[in-house]
């Protein structure tokens, strides 16, 4: 069915005929309980941290197998604030310079040092988001540039210096391979007609998205009667989804829920 749940810890097989007793109940009520009371963010910094959320951002990045959407706003804000640290910190180094030093200063120097790697952490976080979006875009370059699907992805979730950037790494991709061919023998030469712009065809050394790839979702609310697809039979399959659970799953299947606002599942 495109998922696969952990398998039910039971007793024994002799279990499967037993009534339900009222303990049992109680039990899968304290369970749900338990389940709507975990924190989901005890990894994460609090909510309304923007480094929360570029972290957020480079996980989801970093394990979904197509491009999500550039978060722009969200690295242009984390930049200026890392660049005014920098600058503050900066300034009392040189002032601390000019004092000649104290008891004070070094107390000062010391959390500006703490302070100095928590800057570093973010530049490092930005990079990553960067780098990760860099090696999905190049690895997919020709599909955001001759299907119609991957230039609607492109337009939607690339920023202007991304999709910028996937035309000129396409178009020197395919000025190498042309002069690399041409010192081959004629009948290989023909190898890049492959990368024809006929959008009726796709060929198949245009690498894309594996949207069917296997992932582990955690779902952040519940969410009950969740259409998977159909069967063979044509028959609709559904699925109640509890908060708090992972499931490794098609990523096909429950991308859409990444999507809401705020998201109800999460890459994990």
Do not use: C
């Not at 959008?199 to 949207?211: F, G, L, V």
């Not at 159909?230 to 096909?252: F, H, P, Q, W």
Request: zero cysteines.
């Amino acid at each position: 069915d495109g998922y696969e749940h952990a398998p039910r810890r039971r007793a024994s097989d002799d279990d499967d005929d037993e009534p339900r007793t009222m303990g049992d109940a109680d039990e899968d009520e304290d369970d749900a309980r338990r389940m709507r009371s975990l924190n989901l963010d005890e990894a994460f910094e609090p909510v309304t941290s923007p480094v929360m959320r570029l972290k957020r951002a480079w996980v989801r990045e970093r394990l979904a197998p197509e491009m999500m959407t550039h978060e722009g706003a969200l690295v242009d804000g984390v930049k200026r604030a890392v660049e005014a640290q920098e600058r503050a910190l900066t300034k009392r180094a040189e002032a601390r310079a000019e004092r000649g030093g104290g008891a004070e200063d070094a107390s000062e120097k010391l959390m500006d040092n703490v302070m100095w790697v928590e800057v570093n952490r973010i530049k490092y976080l930005l990079r990553e988001y960067m780098r990760t979006r860099l090696r999905k875009i190049e690895a997919h370059a020709f599909y955001f540039i001759l299907t119609e699907e991957g230039r609607e992805a492109g337009r939607e979730r690339l920023s202007e210096a991304e999709q910028k950037y996937v035309v000129e790494y396409a178009t020197a991709v395919s000025e190498h391979y042309e002069n690399v061919l041409k010192e081959l023998p004629e009948q290989y030469r023909e190898a890049m007609k492959e990368f024809a712009t006929d959008d009726e065809r796709e060929s198949a050394m245009i690498s894309k998205p594996n949207t069917d790839s296997f992932v582990f979702f955690r779902f952040r609310e519940d969410v009950v009667n969740f259409t998977t697809g159909e069967d063979d039979e044509g028959n609709t399959d559904s699925v109640d989804l509890k908060r708090g659970a992972i499931l490794l799953a098609k990523y096909s299947i429950f991308k859409d829920l990444l999507h809401t606002d705020p998201p109800k599942a999460e890459l994990v």
